[in-house]
């Protein structure tokens, strides 16, 4: 084993002493195209724990006066959750979202003067790695626990006999984690680059993140008979929410000193490496020795590490929902309803590196907000600061058995909106990736039925029993129909060096119509009504602002089932899925720099 290290010359990395373990004892290789593209070693949280459970008390009542039921009660939740995402052998690449996907960039053995020149593969056989990324734990699990307490009252009133109201008021206080370990929660200070310390010195169990305690969510219902067939209801409340796990737990425990992250990028150009594997990466530093030779400060300057903050105030997590539907019923069978429903998550969680630099002239980190303190790591901000909403119009018809035919049909007209994943193309103007949903569908309808034919014995035609009634009576034909508008998807750029910035994504400019003039399979968009935009600019193509095909489908299904004899029956059933056999594409590329833009190739 020594001898393929000494041949692979991979410098500062611990190799496995048996073949068997080899795949875990090696950093993590990912090599891009544009070909040859491959992986090997360690993978994103191959040694990952996660260690979370819960204690949770509820006690409710409920008084009954008049034509008031009131309930009440309080919640209370005592959790936990320990939290590790991966080894110390560290990745070239990708070791989760927000990492690059190649740890050995094609431009390293590129030129600037011929974009799209270079090859991967060839950087890695030089040993020259454009992106390193490993987390190395200073102790064991740091104990992370937070406490939930909400207490809530509700009032059932029936107003008049055909009029129920519905009275609720929740008041949530949605702790932000403490640890028992001093030093077990830490936060990035977004003004001056200084870690704070949980414990430490002068700061609080929570470093410095202020708890919430003005989380309240009132509620109204209503219920109106209207007439004898007809019913209204209406309704709306709020609720706060824990929000992502992740960054309530995972990352505030996850940060210097617990975990010291070596992050290595190319910060000033890219067309060097900015590590080879001869040489390695830096040698590890336990961060609380750091501390303690300092006297154990409750802020300390933070080290070239990977990090993350939150603001002194975050906003817990909301959620506003309400509806207004009608339901009607038509005869003694069919009912249909009618509702406007709608919702708005406000305050969810969002990161974006807060020390990416934006596009610009010169060395990369010379552009980072925070190198005037002498960090030129990620500073990931994941503040409760971004939001999404959803309004649709839903019109649902049901027909219960009757004359042989049962169905239910439903048709959604909506449309769903958020401010991306992540990665926007500009985390510092995100409101630019206000946007349809990534999964956002504007138009689904689905109907199923059940329709026993009419022939046969007991049916309309054909009566009475015998030879016609054995074939040709009892069929029962059944199936599920469904159309769907196409999802969004969003025009891109392929080579995004023009911008020279490691914080955003390069968009197209549009200049003219992306109608295609025959739209197709092979043209679903006219990929000439976008242009590379200037040097350094971003471009000002919408995120999601195109629409790939829509989705047809019929899954049928006929049976009947024959009588032998008195005790024994035989059931034939013949089923189709997509009885019609009609093609449902995919988006088609979006990569307008791309040969194949605007074709759909699945």
Known sequence: MTKIRQHLRISGFRISTTLALLAVGFAGFAIGGPVGAFKFGNSNSTHQVDNSGKYNFVEIGTWTHGNHTVKFGNDLLFAWRDRRDTSSQGDFGCYDNGCAPNGFAQTITGSPAAPGSGLSIASFLLGDASAFYRVIYAHNLPLAHNTNNAFYVQDAWRVTPKLTATLALRWDYIGFPTSPLPGGIANFNFTNAYTIISNFGKSSSTADVNQNYADFGPRVGLAWSASKNTVVRAGWGRSFTNGFYGANFGAVTNDWPN?????????????????????????????????????NPGQYPTPNSQSFGEFAHNPTNSADQWNVSVQHQFRNDIEVTASYVGSADRHLFYRYDANAAPPGPGAINLRQPYNVFGFTANAYNQNNQSSLGYEGL??????????????????TWS?????????????????????????DRALVFVASHVWELPVGKGKAFLNKPGIADAIVGGWQVSGIWTLESGLPFSPTLGNAVTLNSNCCTLRPNKTGNPAAAHKGIN????????????????????????????????????QKIFSIGERTKFRFQWEAYNAFNRANYSNPNGAVDSSTAGVISG
């Open 259 to 295: 975990a010291t992250r070596q992050s290595i990028s190319q910060v000033a150009d890219l067309y060097q490496p900015a590590l080879t594997l001869a040489s390695g990466p830096p040698t590890f530093v336990s961060g609380f020795d750091v501390l303690a030779a300092a006297g």
């Open 394 to 411: 839903q019109v649902q018809a049901e027909k219960r058995s009757s004359h042989g035919l049962t169905f239910t049909t439903a048709l």
């Open 415 to 439: 449309k769903s909106y958020d401010f991306g994943t992540h990665n926007a193309f500009d985390p510092f103007l995100t409101n630019l990736d206000k946007a349809s949903e990534d999964s």
């Open 523 to 558: 043209s679903w968009f006219n990929p000439a009504a976008y242009t590379v935009p200037a040097l350094y600019t971003m471009g000002n193509a919408g995120r999601n602002s195109l629409r790939g095909p829509g989705e047809f489908r019929a899954d049928l299904s006929l």
